[in-house]
C-alpha cells in the first residue's frame, strides 16, 4: 500500500491539510527514536509510540504529560471523525510520534518535499514538546487515512476522495466551514489560465508522478471538491459518500446517490462558483 504525506508545501492561505500518495517503503514500529528507543501508550483507539527525547525535553514528568496531551488529542480527533464522516474504525490504530530530527533524517529521502507526516498501515508524524496546533492537524489529518483505509482496506481511493476529504477535515476542525479567499483564488487562476486539472486525472490513487507545482494545484483541487460538496449538500452528503463508497466501492455511484450529481456536474458547479 501507498503512503498517504501530509507535507509542508507552500500553499495558498488559510492554512490547508495537503496530502500525496507516494510510492515508499514501510517503516517499522520498532524504529530507532533519538535516544534509542520509543515510550508505549493506549487508548480506547490508538496505540502510540512516542520518542522518548521530545518527552524528557519537555521537563520533569513532560514525557507522561506529553503522552496524555497526545492520547487526548488523538481520541477527540477519533469522535470528531464519527461526528463529520461517520467513521469508526473498529481496530486500533498505531501512531509514531518522532523527534523532528530523527523524522527529516528517515523519511527526507522518500519525498520531493518537507513532510509533515504519512500514513502507511501506521501514522507517522514528525514531533514537537508539545501538541501545537499544526501537530494536531497533521494527527486529524492522517487519521482520515487510517480511517478510510479500515473501512475500506482493499479498495483504492481515488487521490481527489482520499486527499480532499482529509484536508476538509482538518479543515473543518479547525473552524472552516468554506475555502478561503486565497485557495479560491489561486483556483479561479488555474481556471481562466488554462492550468486546472481535469477531475478525471485527480482519479486515480497517487499523484507521485506530478511535479511539485501540479501536485500542489491537485492538493487545492481536492480539497476544494470535496468541500463543495459539503457546501452545496451539506455535511451530511460526505458521510453518506463516504458510507456508500464502504458500502458499494464506487465512488462514482456513491457521490450521484448522495448529492445528485455526476463527477462532471461536480466539477462543473465548484468551477463555476469559483
Same mark, same amino acid.
Given at each position: ?19 500525496? !500518495? ?100 501506521? !501514522?507517522?508524524?514528525?514531533?514537537? !514538546? ?95 471538491? !470535496? ?48
Amino acid at each position: 500500500m501507498a503512503p498517504f504525506a501530509r507535507p509542508v508545501l507552500r500553499r495558498a492561505r488559510p492554512v490547508l491539510a495537503l496530502g500525496l !500518495v507516494l510510492l515508499a517503503a514501510a517503516a517499522s514500529a520498532r524504529d530507532r527514536g533519538a535516544d534509542g528507543h520509543f515510550e508505549k501508550r493506549t487508548s480506547a483507539h490508538f496505540v502510540l509510540w512516542q520518542d522518548v527525547d521530545i518527552d524528557e525535553a519537555g521537563g520533569f514528568h513532560g514525557s507522561r504529560r506529553f503522552e496524555q496531551e497526545l492520547l487526548r488529542e488523538l481520541e477527540g480527533a477519533y469522535d470528531r471523525l464519527d461526528a463529520l464522516l461517520g467513521l469508526r474504525p473498529e481496530h486500533p490504530i498505531e501512531v509514531i510520534v518522532y523527534d523532528p530530527r530523527v523524522f527529516d533524517a528517515s523519511f527526507a529521502g522518500r519525498f520531493r518535499f518537507p513532510a509533515a507526516g504519512f500514513y502507511q498501515g501506521v !501514522v507517522r508524524v514528525r514531533g514537537d !514538546v508539545a501538541v501545537t496546533d499544526r501537530l494536531s492537524q497533521v494527527l486529524h489529518h492522517e487519521l482520515v487515512h487510517a480511517a478510510l483505509h479500515q473501512a475500506a482496506p482493499s479498495f483504492a481511493w481515488p487521490g481527489w476522495f482520499n486527499e480532499g476529504t482529509a484536508q476538509w477535515f482538518e479543515a473543518r476542525v479547525a473552524g472552516q466551514r468554506h475555502i478561503g479567499g486565497g485557495v479560491a483564488a489561486a483556483l479561479a487562476r488555474a481556471r481562466d489560465s488554462g492550468q486546472w486539472i481535469p477531475l478525471d486525472s485527480l482519479w486515480l490513487p497517487s499523484f507521485a508522478r506530478m511535479g511539485p507545482q501540479a501536485a500542489e494545484l491537485a492538493y487545492l483541487e481536492s480539497y476544494a471538491l !470535496v468541500a463543495y460538496v459539503a457546501s452545496s449538500s451539506g455535511d451530511r452528503a460526505l458521510r453518506d459518500v463516504c458510507a456508500e463508497v464502504v458500502r458499494t466501492l464506487d465512488v462514482e455511484r456513491a457521490l450521484r446517490r448522495s448529492t445528485r450529481m455526476s463527477p462532471a456536474e461536480l466539477e462543473a458547479g465548484l468551477l463555476g462558483a469559483l
